[in-house]
């Protein structure tokens, strides 16, 4: 998926223990982004960064955190899971594609489960 | 805050059919109007967009219809084929910022 990778594909991990999930890009984007996608909700943006070390806040960012020490990685963090974090979350880039105008790339998402 | 608003939630369409999924938006500062489809296991991909200054954009069997008076834009999907069956999302932009405001999808499900 256009040079986008998240890791892992799948995890299930149990409440209260920290989870960190990983994208990484090979096209030296400057913007990234954290989704999570759930039923009935579409897509909610949770963190994005606008570049190494810049990181800004989505709709619904309460419960996690993000880190970009290099260009390439975006990282998510759940400090303590909660059950409703369970969801699949999807990292992007972004580029431009003309004036003004930014197209998204999706990476192939991150099934989490909280037990 | 939904700020686009997708329906239906889920469609199901014979072989051969149209399907159309509908999206209303509120912020009249959104200039560039995307649909993803995203097939299972799959992260979304990009299907056809439109900016506000043409009312329709045909690519292939996906046409977006833009109502640009009304706050709304549409995907039609003539000729519905199973391989179509995904789950689709509108999305709106504002040139010079960073973030898509997504609707909540519709599941269309073409049946052979």
């Known amino acids: 998926d256009a040079g986008i990778t998240q890791s892992p594909r799948h995890k299930v991990t149990e409440t209260g223990t920290p989870v960190t999930l990983r994208c990484h890009q090979t096209?030296?984007?400057?913007?990234m982004y954290w989704y999570r996608q759930d039923p009935g909700h579409g897509l909610r943006l949770i963190h994005y960064?606008?570049?190494?070390?810049?990181?800004d806040k989505g709709e619904v960012s309460d419960g996690y955190s993000v880190s970009r020490s290099k260009t390439e990685d975006f990282l998510l963090t759940l400090e303590s899971a909660t059950s409703s974090q369970t969801s699949v979350y999807f990292c992007?880039?972004?580029?431009?594609?003309?004036?003004?105008?930014?197209?998204?790339?999706f990476g192939s998402g991150t099934r989490l489960t909280v037990v | 805050q939904q700020q686009v608003k997708q329906s239906p939630q889920s469609l199901i369409v014979q072989k051969g059919g149209i399907s159309i999924i509908n999206c209303a938006y509120e912020?009249?500062?959104?200039?560039?109007f995307p649909w993803y489809q995203q097939f299972p296991g799959k992260g979304p991909a990009l299907l056809i967009a439109?900016?506000?200054?043409?009312s329709e954009k045909k690519e292939g069997r996906f046409t977006i219809s833009f109502n640009k008076s009304a706050k709304q834009f549409s995907l039609h999907i003539m000729d519905s084929q199973p391989g179509d069956s995904a789950t689709y999302f509108c999305?709106?932009?504002?040139?010079?910022?960073?973030?898509?405001?997504f609707g909540t999808g519709t599941r269309l499900k073409v049946l052979a």
């Open positions: 912020n009249t500062a959104f200039d560039y």
């Open positions: 960064s606008y570049g190494v070390k810049d990181t």
């Open positions: 096209e030296n984007h400057r913007y």
């Open positions: 439109i900016r506000p200054d043409v």
């Open positions: 999305a709106a932009f504002t040139s010079g910022t960073y973030k898509y405001i």
């Open positions: 992007a880039i972004s580029e431009s594609i003309g004036t003004g105008v930014r197209g998204y790339t």
